[in-house]
């Protein structure tokens, strides 16, 4: 086993630091096998798209040195070896955003955990939803709508009252932002394959951006989103702490 190492550049200097990799003899990551990534959370999901636009498909294990760390595994420097060969490993494939602008430029991203749009003004946004070429919704006005994966349906999605998906319920989440007419609409589940058009109504007046994880373009008209099954990455996690255990905690957190 070969592994690399992958520190989040924000993180201050310490001893911990010096003492893994003092007792580790780390290779680049072109060499590696095995991909050790220390930060946080924010951290995980940059590093993931530096491996995509990289092509670099090798596993990785996260070691918190974050404010929260729910992508990655409590942080200790002992038997590192020992916990990847045990660990427990996911196969996560991000979803796939196409904006075009009203410019007419298109801007293609990938994110892990959720694409959101989210208004530029003091304005709500208006948008209409568009499933597999069929108008499900023809006016939300909201602060703006959250499409997440499974994998991410515990972050912004759970804040904003969206439901918690397992790992393997092959669905995404989309969620509103704090929905003003309709009113009471919650949100929906949504099959892995299905193709998502989000329209910007009156997008001059109620001026609309586009997230993907931490990648944001501003002033959309139109955006497309579909998880891109061609692209997967291996996550790894302690077995006695893994992805799918702390999905399933969260549900039952007070």
């Given at each position: 086993?070969?592994?690399?190492?992958?520190?989040?550049?924000?993180?201050?200097?310490?001893?911990?630091?010096?003492?893994?990799?003092?007792?580790?003899?780390?290779?680049?990551?072109?060499?590696?096998?095995?991909?050790?990534?220390?930060?946080?959370?924010?951290?995980?999901?940059?590093?993931?798209?530096?491996?995509?636009?990289?092509?670099?498909?090798?596993?990785?294990?996260?070691?918190?040195?974050?404010?929260?760390?729910?992508?990655?595994?409590?942080?200790?420097?002992?038997?590192?070896?020992?916990?990847?060969?045990?660990?427990?490993?996911?196969?996560?494939?991000?979803?796939?955003?196409?904006?075009?602008?009203?410019?007419?430029?298109?801007?293609?991203?990938?994110?892990?955990?959720?694409?959101?749009?989210?208004?530029?003004?003091?304005?709500?946004?208006?948008?209409?939803?568009?499933?597999?070429?069929?108008?499900?919704?023809?006016?939300?006005?909201?602060?703006?709508?959250?499409?997440?994966?499974?994998?991410?349906?515990?972050?912004?999605?759970?804040?904003?009252?969206?439901?918690?998906?397992?790992?393997?319920?092959?669905?995404?989440?989309?969620?509103?932002?704090?929905?003003?007419?309709?009113?009471?609409?919650?949100?929906?589940?949504?099959?892995?394959?299905?193709h998502v058009l989000l329209s910007v109504q009156e997008a001059k007046k109620r001026p609309v951006c586009a997230v993907a994880d931490n990648i944001e373009v501003r002033n959309v008209q139109y955006v497309e989103i579909n998880l891109?099954?061609?692209?997967?990455?291996?996550?790894?996690?302690?077995?006695?702490?893994?992805?799918?255990?702390?999905?399933?905690?969260?549900?039952?957190?007070?």
């Open positions: 086993m070969k592994i690399a190492l992958e520190i989040d550049s924000h993180i201050q200097d310490c001893k911990d630091l010096q003492q893994l990799q003092q007792r580790n003899d780390f290779v680049s990551i072109q060499e590696a096998s095995h991909i050790i990534a220390v930060g946080g959370d924010g951290f995980m999901l940059k590093f993931l798209q530096k491996c995509l636009k990289n092509n670099i498909y090798k596993p990785i294990y996260g070691l918190s040195k974050g404010s929260f760390g729910f992508l990655m595994n409590e942080w200790s420097i002992e038997h590192l070896k020992e916990r990847l060969q045990k660990a427990d490993a996911y196969t996560l494939s991000p979803l796939r955003m196409t904006a075009t602008c009203m410019d007419n430029s298109q801007h293609t991203h990938w994110a892990f955990n959720d694409i959101y749009l989210w208004r530029q003004s003091h304005q709500t946004a208006k948008l209409s939803i568009t499933i597999d070429k069929v108008e499900r919704l023809k006016n939300l006005i909201s602060d703006g709508l959250i499409v997440a994966t499974p994998a991410g349906s515990t972050a912004y999605n759970y804040s904003a009252h969206g439901p918690i998906l397992p790992l393997d319920a092959n669905l995404l989440a989309m969620t509103p932002i704090s929905p003003f007419r309709p009113r009471r609409w919650r949100g929906a589940l949504l099959p892995n394959d299905a891109d099954l061609t692209k997967t990455f291996t996550l790894l996690f302690d077995t006695k702490y893994n992805l799918e255990t702390r999905i399933l905690n969260e549900q039952f957190k007070s």
